[in-house]
Structure formats: structure tokens, C-alpha cells
């Protein structure tokens, strides 16, 4: 008898902060039903906060990011709840990984700004090294920020239910696309018309 073997799947670290969570979505938005039900409310939206994730309640005629109601283009289907859980899990999963990425760039520039008295030894060239190094730092995390900035905006237009709508011209993104890019804001047109510019 011949066993095959076969190579176990390798989880990155990305995969397991997203996998984490959409459990953590699943989790509260099952907890918080009970109380929607009593509410009235037809939907609950799970939010991810400084404090950690919060649920609430959104009346029906709030009820955004559910499937079928996000903006799609012609001959794409519309979004099913699972996916919708999916762009939010995602969202949620990078906007963590942000955090943790501009913290560590925080403390790398303290520790360089700490590190760079002059110091007994330093000549020009080590001096000018650790200046780029602090730069090159203040640079990651700059761009962290602006990158959270978008993972929550985005967040806040699926709950808005104007997430996959175009912020310059109303049509709709692109289903394929946000699902590519769950950041973009600018359907393909008028991002390539903002980068003529």
C-alpha cells in the first residue's frame, strides 16, 4: 500500500489575523442579534474600535452593507453576505496589521531620536546613517497612518452602505475590484483621470 504524503498548508500570519477576525465579526454580530431583535432592528453591524469591536444595532432603513444592496457594476453579481464578511474581515485584519506597523515604527524613531546625542565616536557618516535610518522610519509610518486612514474610511462606507460607490462620479467601483483593492474609493476612470493630473 503506497501513502501519499502531502505538504501541509502554510498559514501567514496576514491569513490568520483575517481569519481571527471574521471569527471575532461572526462572534459579537451573533451576540448582539438578541438584542437587535428587541430593538426592532433589522441589522447589526459589528464595528472594530480603539477599544475593541462593538456591535450595534442599524434600523432597516439604515441597514447598510448588506449583500445586494452594495453598488455593483453591470454583469457582476451582486455581493453575497459572505463576501461582504470577507471585505469587512479583511479591512479589519489590515487596520490591525497597521497599527501594530506604526507602533513599531514609533518606537524605532524614539529609540534613533534617543540614540542621537552626540554621542563619544560618532563621526559624520554614522550621524548622517542614523538620520536616514530615523527619516526612512518616520516615512513607514506616515505612510501606515494614511494607509489605516483608508482601511477605515473604508470601513465606515460599508457600514454607510456606500462602500464599491465611486466618492467622485456615484457610479459604482466595481465589485471585482473593491475585492482586489477593499480601499478604493475612485472607480478605474476617474483614479486614472486624478493620476493625469
Known sequence: MVVKKTAAK??????KAATAAKKAVKKVVAKKTAAAKKTGAKKVVAKKTAAG???SAVPASRAAGEPGVLPVRPGEDPWS???VLE?????????ERLRAEI???????????RDSGGGA?????????????????????ATAREMLAQSEHALERLDE??????????????KARM??????TLCIDCKQKQERR
Open 103 to 113: 507602533a513599531s515604527s514609533e518606537a524605532s524613531v524614539a529609540g534613533l531620536l
Open 161 to 174: 452602505g456606500t462602500y464599491g460607490r465611486c466618492e467622485s462620479c456615484g457610479n459604482p467601483i466595481g
Open 87 to 95: 471585505a469587512r474581515a479583511e479591512l479589519l485584519a489590515e487596520a
Open 81 to 83: 453576505a459572505s463576501e
Open 10 to 15: 502554510k498559514t501567514t500570519p496576514a491569513k
Open 53 to 55: 469591536t462593538v456591535a
Open 121 to 141: 565616536g560618532d563621526d559624520d557618516a554614522d550621524t548622517g546613517t542614523k538620520n536616514i535610518t530615523r527619516e526612512h522610519e518616520m516615512s513607514l509610518a
Open 179 to 184: 475585492q482586489a483593492f477593499p480601499r478604493a
